[in-house]
């Protein structure tokens, strides 16, 4: 029964954050903010996961800098763009599409509507050059005879 409920615990509890104690806001509007700016954020050391999820000690320091940047008053938006300009756009688990990063947003469709393109002219031309008889007048008599006498 202890192993049962431990393990509902374990479920209903979710994933382990390295959020400490100390860095918890005592107002839990802000918190909470705090934690929906969190997981946009991606640690610049663990690259998999967000500030909220990581123990790496930028990710601490970071946590710690959304919460000061909050308490100073800036908005959602205010705050990311202060973690963006310190650290680049790396940071943010979905890069803005602007810029440099359209052209890799698009590359991925445009290469391969560009190699359907391609493979449908090769095909197109191979199925055109089969079409048509590849023999000479001469070699065709000479395979209808074949064929014609083994029958």
């Given at each position: 029964m202890k192993k049962l409920l431990l393990a509902l615990?374990?479920?209903v509890a979710g994933p382990a954050f390295a959020?400490?104690?100390?860095?918890?806001?005592?107002?839990?509007?802000?918190?909470?903010?705090?934690?929906?700016i969190s997981a946009v954020l991606r640690c610049p050391v663990c690259q998999a996961e967000n500030i909220d999820?990581?123990?790496?000690?930028?990710?601490?320091?970071?946590?710690?800098?959304?919460?000061?940047?909050?308490?100073?008053?800036?908005?959602?938006q205010q705050v990311v763009d202060y973690i963006v300009?310190?650290?680049?756009e790396y940071v943010l688990f979905k890069p803005l599409a602007t810029g440099g990063n359209l052209l890799l947003?698009?590359?991925?469709p445009?290469?391969?509507?560009?190699?359907?393109?391609?493979a449908?002219?090769?095909?197109?031309?191979?199925?055109?050059?089969?079409?048509g008889s590849m023999l000479s007048a001469e070699e065709q008599?000479?395979?209808?005879?074949?064929?014609?006498?083994?029958a």
């Amino acid at each position: 029964m202890k192993k049962l409920l431990l393990a509902l615990m374990l479920t209903v509890a979710g994933p382990a954050f390295a959020v400490q104690p100390d860095e918890i806001l005592d107002d839990p509007v802000l918190e909470s903010r705090a934690r929906e700016i969190s997981a946009v954020l991606r640690c610049p050391v663990c690259q998999a996961e967000n500030i909220d999820e990581s123990n790496a000690d930028l990710s601490r320091d970071l946590r710690l800098l959304v919460r000061e940047r909050l308490v100073a008053g800036d908005s959602d938006q205010q705050v990311v763009d202060y973690i963006v300009a310190r650290y680049g756009e790396y940071v943010l688990f979905k890069p803005l599409a602007t810029g440099g990063n359209l052209l890799l947003y698009w590359a991925g469709p445009a290469l391969l509507l560009a190699g359907g393109a391609v493979a449908f002219a090769f095909l197109r031309r191979r199925a055109g050059a089969s079409g048509g008889s590849m023999l000479s007048a001469e070699e065709q008599n000479r395979l209808d005879e074949i064929l014609k006498r083994d029958a």
